[in-house]
């Protein structure tokens, strides 16, 4: 996510799920990157 511009966030691997936390304002943006990377995989 660093790599897209995103500072404010964490991310913590919990089995097979991940865990994301981000504040209120980047939460959309980031869940835009996230699906588009999700896709091409």
Same mark, same amino acid.
């Given at each position: 996510m660093r790599n897209? /511009?995103?500072s404010e966030v964490t991310a913590r691997?919990? /089995?097979d799920?991940?865990?994301i936390k981000t504040d209120e304002d980047s939460a959309e943006p980031i869940k835009q990157v996230l699906e588009v990377y999700l896709k091409q995989r």
């Open positions: 897209q /511009g995103f691997a919990n /089995g799920h991940y865990d």
